[in-house]
């Protein structure tokens, strides 16, 4: 898959779950700024990228696009949408050519760079196009970059291996173990779409060499955040950009945008109706927020300062200009002093909080205190008695902490300041009010 089509169908994957299927094709088409035409193409495109997935399968056990996205309890020990991942964003030509070479490497211990060439041009089909020993080279390299295979020593030609050396020196009941870490660490932390990719890496490796023991999955899990997998297409472009102190462009939709994705065509039509703003400005930090299942940009604007930007609104990202490492460290510097006291990433006038919490009953464990302790950050317990303590922080602004604050509920009491104490007051008497006619 091309670059920009990855864009549309992670906006057209993430319209689909939110919306359950409520929106038609052309109300797909409206909402992502391009024509019917093109969405029946994108729907086609996922088709085939589950199809090319379960080929290995027998026809009535090959999935549909519909269950392969479908909403159910416990569907993250196979996470939906993550298909979309294992398609890999490549061109149909390198898929099917990547795949070609790992599977011979598969079958081969070692092959020079002429070999691998010889069997591509024996094995792709007469009418595709046949690749070149320069473009062998290339894939070549990339494969050893991210550590599928591995050149080994000696003298030219070089010969390339598959890199499994981890997976030979383990035993079985090690592979079972180190399969079971996996999916409660790809389950529980973030990022986990390279968790995820690694835990169907494994099951399949315990199913070629152990074919007669059936791989038990003994834990279940609630995924909450389906776009949360969606947004990690741009994360590690990002964390690449901030690496290396480039900055970035790319088109951005805001969450109050009427559109989310804009195509690059010539169609004057969808020229005018572009809602997407376009950005130039230098990545620093990237967030995720677990109260909401959200990733955010923090980055700096030579003219507007510090900028923030919600992932899922970010498509056609590339890198651009490298800036010097002194001005990427002052800019960092004066970031991180103006989130310092921030709950998440407001970067607003700092405030003094301070909320009673009451404690539960004598007879129960105190799980109030627990998870303020827990969660509370920084802040800290001033003052304590049997049946109430007193928590104080200071953070940039109440929007953020004020969630977290309500989530408490009747346990907990806001002394300060007074402006979000009013607040909180009128958010309960509205509350109330929903419940005077019953």
């Known amino acids: 898959m ?22 038609n094709r052309q109300q797909f088409a409206n909402r992502l700024g391009i024509s019917i035409h093109t969405i029946d193409k994108t729907i086609r495109k996922l088709k085939e990228i589950i199809h090319s997935m379960s080929q290995q399968l027998p026809h009535e056990q090959s999935p549909e696009l519909a269950e392969s996205i479908r909403l159910d309890y416990y569907d993250s020990a196979d996470p939906m949408l993550l298909f979309l991942f ?6 149909e030509s390198e ?28 094995s792709l089909a007469a009418d595709s196009t046949q690749p070149d020993e320069k473009t062998i080279r290339k894939d070549l390299k990339y494969l050893e970059e991210v550590g599928v295979i591995v050149r080994e020593s000696g003298l030219r030609p070089y010969k390339f291996r598959i890199q499994n050396d981890l997976i030979k020196a383990l035993s079985q009941d090690e592979l079972i173990d180190l399969f079971d870490y996996v999916d409660v660490m790809a389950n529980t932390q973030v990022p986990s ?14 199913t070629q060499l152990y074919p007669d023991r059936q791989v038990v999955e003994p834990f279940l899990y609630k995924y909450h955040y389906y776009s949360r997998i969606l947004d990690e297409a741009h994360l590690f472009t990002l964390l690449d950009a901030i690496r290396n102190h480039r ?46 299942g959200r990733w955010y940009l923090l980055s700096h604007h030579s003219r507007q300062g510090i900028r923030k930007y919600r992932l899922e609104g ?42 009673r919490f009451f404690n539960p009953g004598l007879s129960q464990p105190n799980f109030i205190k627990e998870r303020v302790l827990l969660q509370g950050q920084w ?18 602004g109440s929007t953020e902490i004020r969630p977290w604050l309500r989530s408490f509920g009747s346990s907990c009491e806001i002394l300060e300041p007074p402006s979000l104490r009013h607040d909180m007051i009128a ?12």
């Open 2 to 23: 091309a670059k920009e089509s990855f864009d549309k169908e992670i906006q057209f994957l993430r319209m689909l779950v939110l919306t359950s299927g409520a929106y």
């Open 247 to 292: 900055k970035i462009r790319f088109l951005y939709f805001s969450p109050k945008s009427e559109k989310s994705y804009a195509s690059k065509n010539t169609n004057p039509t969808f020229e005018r109706e572009n809602k997407g703003r376009e950005e130039f400005t230098l990545p620093l930090k990237v967030v995720y927020d677990h109260q909401y």
């Open 379 to 396: 802040g800290e317990i001033t003052k304590e008695d049997e049946d109430t303590f007193i928590y104080e922080i200071v953070v940039n």
């Open 95 to 122: 898929s099917q050519r990547i795949s070609l070479l790992l599977a011979t490497l598969h079958h081969h211990h070692s092959l020079t760079a002429m070999e691998l060439l010889d069997v591509c041009c024996g």
């Open 86 to 91: 294992r398609a890999k964003s490549l061109k």
């Open 193 to 206: 779409v390279q968790g995820y990719l690694l835990r169907d890496s494994l099951k399949k490796t315990l």
């Open 427 to 438: 958010e309960w008497k509205e509350l109330q009010s929903y419940y005077e006619s019953i």
């Open 314 to 355: 970010m498509t056609q990202i590339v890198e651009d200009i490298q800036i010097s490492e002194p001005l990427f460290d002052t800019v960092s510097k004066n970031l991180e002093d103006r989130i310092k006291h921030s709950w998440l990433i407001d970067t607003g006038r700092p405030i003094t909080v301070r909320v």
